[in-house]
Nanobody, 119 residues
Framework: VQLVESGGGLVQPGGSLRLSCAAS????????MGWYRQAPGKQRELVAI???????NYADSVKGRFTISRDNDKKTVYLQMNILNVEDTAVYYC??????????????WGQGTQVTVPS
């Protein structure tokens, strides 16, 4: 299983970035896909999640600014990030999660991509 993130970088406050996460080795369409982030000295936190049915949920801090979406044909999940601010600086991780009918959780992570918004 591989989750490969891309799209991170340095962006000025108020700018935008789009992260992508390409998955392989899983039946992508059945997995819930999420974006998490971890800032220096802080715990990893959920940013956004999209279920296999397309329902979405966001952290309060990004609601109205970030949009998660998925393309099952391309096995890719996206995170459109707008109006970025310094508090969005973090390593962003892609996550794939599926709970099987026999109640086993399959949970995979990407290697992370750095997003930096300078003050």
């Amino acid at each position: 299983v591989q989750l490969v993130e891309s799209g991170g970088g340095l962006v000025q406050p108020g700018g935008s970035l789009r992260l992508s996460c390409a998955a392989s080795g899983i039946i992508f369409s059945i997995y819930a896909m999420g974006w998490y982030r971890q800032a220096p000295g802080k715990q990893r936190e959920l940013v956004a999640i999209i279920t296999n049915g397309g329902s979405t949920n966001y952290a309060d801090s990004v609601k109205g600014r970030f949009t998660i979406s998925r393309d099952n044909d391309k096995k890719t999940v996206y995170l459109q990030m707008n109006i970025l601010n310094v508090e969005d600086t973090a390593v962003y991780y892609c996550n794939a999660r599926w709970r099987s009918p026999w109640n086993k959780v399959y949970d995979y992570w990407g290697q992370g991509t750095q997003v930096t918004v300078p003050s």
